[in-house]
C-alpha cells in the first residue's frame, strides 16, 4: 500500500544549520521536495569520477584490492589516471594524423622535406604536382617550364617543376609535409609504445576500483548534504525546511525535535500538493514485483493505487502465455535454482524469476507446449496434462483448430474484461468511501465493458449473442458516464452534470477505446502462437540434418531457441507490461507521475 505522509516544517537558529543538517542526515526520515541544485564542484566530481570509472570497468580486470585507498592516497591514484588519460588522447590523435600522413607519403616514396627547405634557400624552388597525359605534354612544349618526370604515384604521372608553378598545375600540387616517411613511421611506432603504457597504467588503475566507487558515494553524499543546505531559507537569525515524512516516522521525528530543540509544525499535505512522495509498503508477495517497477522507472502518484498485488498476478499470468513453452519455463528454473544456490538468501528478482517459472511451466503443461516438439504428445503423461481445448496440438485431443484457437482467444478475452472490470470496481470502492459521486460513472463504465465483451466475442469469435440487449447496457453505461462522470465532492450536482455533459464527445470516443481495450488482450494469443511457430520452424530446420551433420542440426536448435526466447522476453516487456501500465491503469485512472520517497540520509549505495 501507499503510506500516509506528513508535511513537516522545520526551525532552528541560523547558528545552529551545520548541526540542524547533520542530525537530519542522520535521522534519515524527512524527504525534500524541491532541493537546490548541489554546489557545482561536487556535480563535477561526481561526472568526472563517473567518467572513470567507466573506463576502468572497460579494462576487463578483476578487483583486487584488499583495502580501499585513504584520501591522500586515492587523489594521487585519481590524478594519475586523469594524467594517463590525457595522455592517451593525445597519443591517438597524434597516431591518427601520422597514419594519415604516411598513407599521403606512401605512394611519393621516402624523401627528406628537410633537404627539399635547403634547396629552396638556395634558389632551387621546387613544386611536386600530379599530372595527367594531356597537361603532361603540354607541360613538355613549354619552353618557359623546367621540370623533371618522377616515378608514378598510384596511376597518375608526377613531375617536380623548377620555378614558378604554372597555373594548370596548381590544383594537382602536392604539399610536402614536414616531416619524411621514416619519421612519420617513427612516430607510430613511439605512440603505439607509450599507448601500450597507457594500457597498462589504467589497468592497474583497475584493480582500485572499489576506492574510486567508495569516493563517487562519498561525493554523491556531499553534494545531496549541499543540496539541502542550499535549500534552507534563513531570516532574523532564523534557518527552517520544509519536507515529508511517513506518518509512522512522524514519533521518531517528534523525539529528535524535542533532542534537539528545533520548532517545527506538522500537518496533512494539502489536497492540491503534487510534490508529496511516493513510499510504497510492500508485503511478502506483493514485493516480489518491486524490479520489475525500478526497471521500468515507474512510480505511482501519492494520490493514485498500490496496484502491485494484481500487477504482479496478472503479469505472471501474461509472462506465462507470452513464453508459452513448458521447456522454456523449465530452463528458466534451472536459472532460478541456479541463481538461488549461488546467493544463498535470493533476491526479490531470483524470487520472481520463480514464479514467473513456475507459471510458464504450467500453463505450457496446460498447452501442451515442450519446446515446440510435436513428439511430447506421444509422451502419456506430458498428454494427461494437457487442457483439450487448449492444446497447441489439437488433433491428438479430437479438437479442430479452430475451437482450439476460438478458446484461446476467449480466453484471452475474458482476462482482459475481468482485468478493466476489476479497475471500475477499485474506482467504485474509492469514491464510494470519498463521497464521491462520480463512482456512479464508474458503475456505467462496468457496464459498458462487460456488454463490449459480448461485442468482441460476435464480431471476432463469431459467437452468437442478442445484440438488442447488449446495445441497451452500452447505452446505459454511456449515460451514467456522461451525467455523472463530472461530479466531485467540490462540486453541486448541477456544476458535475454540466460537466459532464461538456465530455459527452469525449465519453464516446472513450467508449470505442474501452472496446479497443479489450480486443488489445488478443496480442497474449497472437504472441504466444508466433512464439510457438518459431520453435517449430528451427526444429523442423534442425531435423533436417542427418548423420555427421547432427551437430548442425543441435546448434541450429540451440541458437533457434535462444533467439525465441529473447524474443519471448522483450515481447513480455513490450506487451505483457503494457497491459498492465496502459489499458489497466489507464481504467484506473492511474498517470505514474509519482515521485519515489528518497529521505535525506547519508546513502551506503550509489543512487542511480
Given amino acids: 500500500m501507499i503510506e500516509k505522509m506528513k508535511v513537516v516544517h522545520i526551525v532552528a537558529a541560523q547558528t545552529q544549520k551545520t548541526e540542524l543538517l547533520d542530525a537530519l542526515r542522520a535521522l534519515g526520515i524527512v524527504h525534500f521536495a524541491e532541493k537546490a541544485d548541489a554546489d557545482r564542484g561536487y556535480l563535477e566530481r561526481f561526472a568526472a569520477l563517473s567518467r572513470l570509472i567507466t573506463v576502468l570497468e572497460e579494462q576487463g580486470v578483476s578487483e583486487v584490492e584488499a583495502e580501499t585507498l585513504d584520501d591522500v592516497k586515492f587523489k594521487q591514484l585519481y590524478d594519475e589516471v586523469n594524467a594517463c588519460l590525457e595522455r592517451k588522447k593525445a597519443l591517438e590523435a597524434e597516431l591518427a594524423a601520422a597514419v594519415s600522413a604516411c598513407d599521403t607519403l606512401a605512394g611519393w616514396g621516402s624523401f627528406s622535406p628537410a633537404e627539399i627547405k635547403e634547396l629552396k634557400a638556395q634558389g632551387f624552388e621546387l613544386h611536386f604536382c600530379r599530372v595527367d597525359k594531356k597537361l ?208 544463498k538468501k535470493p533476491s526479490d528478482a531470483v524470487q520472481l524469476l520463480w514464479v514467473l517459472s ?137 456544476q458535475g452534470l454540466k460537466a459532464g455533459l461538456g465530455n459527452a464527445f469525449t465519453v464516446f470516443l472513450n467508449t470505442i477505446s474501452a472496446f479497443g481495450n479489450i480486443m488489445s488482450y488478443i496480442r497474449l494469443f497472437a504472441v504466444g502462437m508466433a512464439s510457438l511457430a518459431i520453435a517449430q520452424s528451427f526444429n523442423n530446420m534442425a531435423l533436417g540434418f542427418k548423420g555427421p551433420l547432427v551437430v548442425v542440426g543441435i546448434l541450429i536448435m540451440l541458437v533457434g531457441h535462444g533467439l525465441n526466447i529473447v524474443m519471448g522476453l522483450l515481447s513480455v516487456v513490450v506487451h505483457g507490461v503494457r497491459l498492465n501500465l496502459l489499458e489497466f491503469s489507464g481504467q484506473l485512472g492511474m498517470e505514474w507521475t509519482g515521485t519515489a520517497y528518497a529521505p535525506f540520509k547519508k546513502l551506503d549505495k550509489i543512487r542511480k
Fill in 136 to 343: 603532361l605534354a603540354s607541360l613538355e612544349t613549354d619552353e618557359t617550364v623546367r621540370f623533371l618526370r618522377l616515378a608514378p604515384v598510384g596511376k597518375q604521372q608526377t613531375v617536380a617543376i623548377l620555378g614558378t608553378l604554372p597555373a594548370s598545375c596548381a590544383a594537382g600540387e602536392f604539399i610536402p609535409p614536414e616531416k619524411s616517411l621514416d619519421e612519420y613511421r617513427q612516430e607510430i611506432a613511439d605512440c603505439e609504445r607509450g599507448l601500450t603504457e597507457c594500457g597498462a597504467q589504467l589497468k592497474a588503475a583497475a584493480k582500485h576500483l572499489p576506492s574510486f566507487r567508495e569516493q563517487l558515494l562519498k561525493t554523491q553524499n556531499d553534494a545531496d548534504y549541499s543540496s539541502v543546505r542550499n535549500t534552507s531559507e534563513s531570516e532574523d537569525g532564523l534557518v527552517w525546511l520544509t519536507g515529508y515524512l511517513p506518518v509512522d516516522e512522524a514519533e521518531r521525528f517528534k523525539a529528535a525535535a524535542a533532542k534537539e530543540h528545533w520548532a517545527w509544525a506538522m500537518d496533512d499535505p494539502a489536497a492540491d500538493d503534487d510534490k508529496v512522495p511516493t513510499k510504497i509498503k510492500y508485503t511478502k508477495v506483493t514485493r516480489l514485483i518491486a524490479p520489475v517497477f525500478d526497471i521500468l522507472g515507474t512510480v505511482p502518484g501519492y494520490r493514485e493505487y498500490d496496484i502491485s498485488f494484481w500487477f504482479l498476478g496478472f503479469f505472471t499470468l501474461f509472462f506465462a502465455m507470452i513464453i508459452g513453452d513448458a521447456g522454456y519455463g523449465c530452463l528458466f528454473l534451472l536459472t532460478a535454482a541456479a541463481l538461488t544456490v549461488k546467493s
Fill in 358 to 494: 513456475i507459471a510458464t511451466i504450467v500453463w505450457g503443461a496446460m498447452t501442451g507446449t515442450w519446446f515446440g516438439l510435436e513428439g511430447a504428445m506421444d509422451v502419456p503423461l506430458l498428454r494427461s496434462l494437457v487442457v483439450p481445448t487448449f492444446a497447441n496440438y489439437p488433433e491428438y485431443f479430437n479438437v479442430t483448430t479452430t475451437q482450439q484457437q476460438n478458446s484461446v482467444m476467449k480466453f484471452c478475452f475474458i482476462l482482459g474484461t475481468v482485468q478493466l472490470s476489476l479497475a471500475c470496481v477499485m474506482n467504485i470502492r474509492r469514491k464510494t468511501r470519498e463521497k464521491d459521486l462520480s463512482w456512479v460513472a464508474d458503475l456505467g463504465w462496468l457496464c459498458a465493458i462487460c456488454a463490449l465483451y459480448f461485442v468482441v466475442l460476435y464480431l471476432v469469435i463469431g459467437e452468437q449473442v442478442n445484440l438488442t440487449p447488449i446495445a441497451a447496457v452500452v447505452l446505459l453505461g454511456f449515460v451514467l458516464v456522461v451525467c455523472f462522470g463530472g461530479m466531485s465532492p467540490d462540486k453541486t450536482f448541477a
